[in-house]
Nanobody
């Protein structure tokens, strides 16, 4: 089991930026893949971005060119830098870690994009 704690959410105007952080427990962080998902009201949870243990990344089409996922293994932390935010980015953002084929989730952090 991996414990995950997200932070960095808040209220931002359209076109603004936020950086989300996810702190993970344990010594295995450096060898497991990590991801960010989001869930808007009335919608299913959807994949935003993933990063492997070696640093390879993939993004959903709706965030390409705007969001960047990264990890700092020395700090057991994964980040999501969000630029050029749009109102449709409003959602609860969740950190994900997959260990032994099982998903681990944080509690989520709310991002609201509104003028």
């Amino acid at each position: 089991q991996v414990q995950l704690v997200e932070s960095g959410g808040g209220l931002v105007q359209p076109g603004g930026s936020l950086r989300l952080s996810c702190a993970a427990s344990g010594s295995i962080f450096r060898i497991i893949p990590m991801g960010w998902y989001r869930q808007a009201p009335g919608k299913e949870r959807e994949l935003v971005a993933v990063i492997t243990s070696s640093g390879s990344t993939n993004y959903a089409d709706f965030v390409k060119g705007r969001f960047t996922i990264s990890r700092d293994n020395a700090k057991n932390t994964v980040y999501l830098q969000m630029n050029s935010l749009k109102p449709e980015d409003t959602a609860v953002y969740y950190c994900n870690a997959r260990r032994n084929g099982m998903d681990n989730w944080g509690k989520g952090t709310l991002v609201t994009v509104s003028s």
